[in-house]
């Protein structure tokens, strides 16, 4: 889906039939100015959508924008000015403003655990834990929060998980059938010592160590060589990160970027006595 067929079809969701409540007061186009502001601290992002979405209803508004994708915006800040017809930027307010305020909200989020990191050498990495069609957007606000992508999508790369490995009747079958059709690097999900130990042996790209406390994490991190990539995921939250970072392990992937980021507090200011 392109993101002009994501709009239009937010666009019908949102007027089926057209505004009502604007369209029964019988307004005529408003020549006017609207702010775009910050109601809080947010990193910004989503301002294409943003901006598609009020020009697929009038065109000819022109959109300022004070800040780029990706800046910090601090409360009561104006991030774009909007110029043309209020009434046509009334009717796209509301659907403009979810895209932006979601994907600033996952930017922002992700900053947080971004700032975590700190000092250390380990990257934070989103998931395919998004909202369907939304994926390419939402992975694109991680990146404007400091994160980074793990794969788009099952086309990307080569990630074999527990299902794979119990439906090949073991690790070492399913590393050996996808190198069969697949040059691709391997990553390879292990939940056990054990599971690390036979992992290394088969000497993939990177070893995704999945739900393991801290003090496990360590013992699976002296059992990988430097040369294999590693990955921790599971119950990766703000008041944890840190201390599996100083573990020593190269990334971290965190679903709640995406799927639990709140929902960054924006608002459009409207001046109808322009």
């Given at each position: 889906m392109t993101l002009s067929d994501l709009?239009?079809?937010?666009?019908?969701?949102?007027m089926p039939r057209g505004d009502l409540t604007t369209e029964s007061l019988g307004l005529k186009p408003r020549q006017g100015r609207a702010l775009l502001k910050a109601k809080e601290d947010i990193i910004l992002s989503g301002t294409l959508p943003f901006e598609e979405t009020v020009l697929s209803l009038d065109p000819g508004v022109k959109v300022k924008w004070h800040f780029e994708e990706g800046q910090a915006v601090l409360k009561s800040q104006n991030i774009c000015t909007l110029e043309g017809d209020l009434v046509q930027i009334l009717k796209s307010e509301r659907v403009a403003l979810n895209f932006l305020g979601h994907l600033s909200g996952i930017a922002t989020h992700t900053n947080r655990f971004v700032q975590k990191l700190k000092g250390t050498q380990t990257r934070i990495l989103d998931t395919r834990k998004t909202t369907p069609g939304l994926r390419e957007l939402e992975k694109r606000a991680v990146v404007h929060g400091g994160g980074q992508n793990h794969r788009l999508n099952l086309s990307t790369a080569v990630l074999i998980k527990d299902n794979h490995i119990a439906i090949m009747g073991g690790m070492s079958?399913?590393?050996?059938?996808v190198r069969l059709h697949s040059p691709e690097p391997i990553e390879i999900e292990a939940r056990t010592?054990?599971?690390?130990k036979e992992a290394v042996k088969l000497e993939v790209h990177r070893i995704l160590l999945d739900n393991m406390d801290n003090a496990t994490l360590k013992l699976a991190l002296d059992l990988i060589p430097d040369q294999i990539e590693t990955e921790a995921s599971g119950n990766?939250?703000?008041?944890r990160i840190r201390n599996v970072a100083e573990l020593g392990v190269d990334f971290i992937s965190v679903g709640a970027l995406t799927h639990s980021?709140?929902?960054?507090?924006?608002?459009?200011?409207?001046?109808?006595?322009?």
């Open positions: 709009i239009k079809a937010a666009i019908k969701e949102d079958m399913a590393v050996q059938r010592l054990e599971e690390v990766m939250t703000l008041d980021a709140p929902v960054a507090d924006v608002s459009l200011m409207f001046d109808w006595n322009s």
